[in-house]
């Protein structure tokens, strides 16, 4: 922990955040871990992530707009849940499936927060279902508070990276691009082509990526959601032949 503690606070690689996040799996005692930041109130961008299902869940839930890092969010407290199975339903009615299919038994979610501003959420996942131990817990809140003091000290670095601007590689680019599109195609509000988009990856069962890039494709519009049409159902698809 001091190690990755010491690779946090060196800024030394190309991301917001540096140091191995597979290896700080390993030290908490998960099978992988995510950092997402907040932006206008919502938890919108993964900065740092274990490949894989933790990258996966993260994406699920910006997809979704539920689960514990939303609630993490939310109350801007620690959740915990050591057994998934034992979540009652109607908590993540749309999530719980989904983390059945990902295979993730228990859930740590850490906000970054300063005083009562929630600044992103450090996520910890395991298959098997289980507490983290004492000394675990303790240092994912002391790898929480590094990592708050690192995008701190990112300033409006840490701004242009959160919304994509000074070219800011950002793992969900094709969202924001697809968002402002289809604000324009269905005169809505950026928030509400977000919405929008959404409800169409979940109607469809389709990764949130893949319809974002679509729309960045031009393959999918949203032109005629206010004639009359029923959100998501209004989108169409455009290949190019009429």
Partial sequence: MARMLRDLSSRSGPGLIT?????????????GVAVSLVTDGVLSELVWSSPGVSERLEDEQFTLGEGPGVDAVGSCAVIVEPDVALVRPGRWPALLPALSGLGVGALFCFPLRIGGVCLGVLTAQRASAGPLSAVAMDDALILSAAVTAVVLDGGQGTERFAVGEGGAQL????VHQAS?????????????????LRAHAYRFGVPLLQAAED????????????????????????????
């Fill in 215 to 242: 729309v960045v494709a031009r393959r999918l519009r949203f032109d005629h959601i206010g004639d009359g049409g029923s959100g998501p159902s209004s989108a169409r698809r455009d290949d190019g032949h009429g």
């Fill in 19 to 31: 140091g191995d996040p597979s290896e700080c799996a390993r030290i908490l005692g998960v099978d």
């Fill in 171 to 174: 793992h969900r680019a094709a």
């Fill in 180 to 196: 402002g599109m289809i604000s324009v195609q269905a005169a809505v509000t950026v928030a509400q082509a977000l919405v929008l």
